[in-house]
């Protein structure tokens, strides 16, 4: 990583969780051991849009319905594990928050999001295929991705 994204990346981490104080946040490595294990995997919701999320997502990520109740076609409970993630932490904080305050009492905010995922080398899926490419957002919030993954 480059010396400026390095410093990009620890102050857009910092202001996240001086900002979403209140929000759980989940290192993709930690996720990654999560999902490794067989028994009680967590909910993975992708807080991005539907274009976003088309060009690449997390292993069984779940696109989120912009209104409420922000989880569609699933049964949770209040007890189910959820990991919201985005591109770098910011909309997936907000809904994180939205999810906690509508009683969901295990809710992590994926630190990075799917870009910090994507840069420490864990997999990306489209339609159930590893791909080497993350939606940049824009040109500005995609220079925070690795070179390979734009």
Known sequence: MSFLRSIAWTGVKLFLRMQFSDVAHLSPT???????????????????TAEEYAVSHLPNAHLVPKSPPYISGAELDSET????????????????????????KTVFNLE?????????????FQNRQVVNQVHPYNAHWGKLLNPEYR
């Open 30 to 48: 930690d996720l990654a051991n999560w999902l490794a294990q067989a028994e009680n995997p967590p909910f993975l919701l992708d807080a991005r």
């Open 81 to 104: 594990p959820i990991v919201v993630y985005c591109s770098i932490g910011y909309r997936s904080a907000v809904l994180a928050r939205k999810l906690q305050a509508a009683g969901y």
């Open 112 to 124: 990075g999001s799917i870009f910090q995922w994507a840069n420490e080398g864990h997999p990306v």
